[in-house]
């Protein structure tokens, strides 16, 4: 039903289509309009998927993550919390970012997670009800800073999402040979407090299981220029983002023009 529904709202969402295109073009400058096409149709599905897979929560247990998801690499989750230093989790707007976390909480794993509230109240409160009821300890991105370095500090998990510059104080950087900006908060904090960043995303399967994949922990020395060395953190997890955005470009939900430019 969600896919039907999908793919009455792509009939209307011209503004959406041409962004989504405009993205996929700077990604596969060389792929055909036609092929083009058929990634964006692919995403609008998805999305659907993965709104559907978010209402769905209560049911997500154990047993489904036995049945339906693959875990590749969690011990890089385990190598970085032996340092003690606290871990970020770091993902992109891709696949499934939500059920990831309620994954990593479901296995014990202690998390927390960074969001962006909505402005209409009860949306906001269903949202959150839905993170908490997973054992998801959710703070709210206005303010989160403080929180955030208390977290790390107690040697917990911290789940950021750094593919959208939502306070528009990020730095400029290279992705996919465009300039564009990105939050700096997870390199400010693995900075400040030596945390180690993770990356990871939980990707939907053609059989609608999911594979999370766990990269490992990013390796970085502080020079002691702070903007050099957010610069350089960034552009480590900016390449893994682009890996995984060139294999799953329809899972890539950016309903927006990335690029400025």
């Avoid at 060389?30 to 049911?59: H, P, Q, T, W």
């Avoid at 992109?92 to 969001?115: C, F, I, K, R």
């Avoid at 303010?143 to 107690?154: S, Y």
């Amino acid at each position: 039903m969600a896919v039907v529904i999908s793919d009455l709202r792509y009939c209307f969402a011209f503004k959406d289509r041409a962004a989504v295109k405009e993205n996929l073009q700077v990604i596969f400058p060389e792929m055909e309009l036609g092929a083009i096409k058929r990634i964006r149709r692919s995403m609008f599905r998805n999305f659907a998927k993965y709104l559907v897979d978010f209402f769905c929560f209560s049911k997500i247990n154990q047993a489904y993550i036995k049945k339906k998801i693959q875990i590749k690499n969690s011990e890089n989750f385990d190598s970085a919390l032996s340092r003690k230093k606290g871990v970020i989790a770091l993902t992109a707007h891709l696949g499934n970012w939500e059920l990831g976390g309620v994954v990593l909480a479901l296995l014990g794993y202690p998390l927390w997670a960074v969001v962006l509230e909505h402005e209409d109240k009860r949306v906001n409160e269903f949202f959150i009800n839905q993170r908490e009821s997973k054992g998801i300890k959710v703070i709210p991105l206005g303010g989160a800073a403080r929180q955030c370095i208390k977290v790390l500090r107690e040697n917990k998990i911290l789940a950021l999402v750094g593919d959208i510059d939502f306070v528009e104080s990020g730095l400029e950087v290279d992705f996919f040979g465009r300039k564009t900006t990105l939050p700096s908060g997870p390199s400010v904090l693995a900075l400040n407090t030596g945390a180690v960043i993770v990356p990871g995303f939980l990707v939907r399967n053609p059989d609608d299981s999911f594979t999370l994949f766990v990269e490992r922990p990013l390796e970085y020395q502080p020079t002691g220029d702070k903007q050099k060395d957010c610069q350089r953190i960034i552009r480590e997890y900016v390449a893994i983002f682009e890996k995984y955005i060139r294999r799953y470009p329809d899972q890539w939900y950016m309903f927006r023009r990335f690029w400025k430019e």
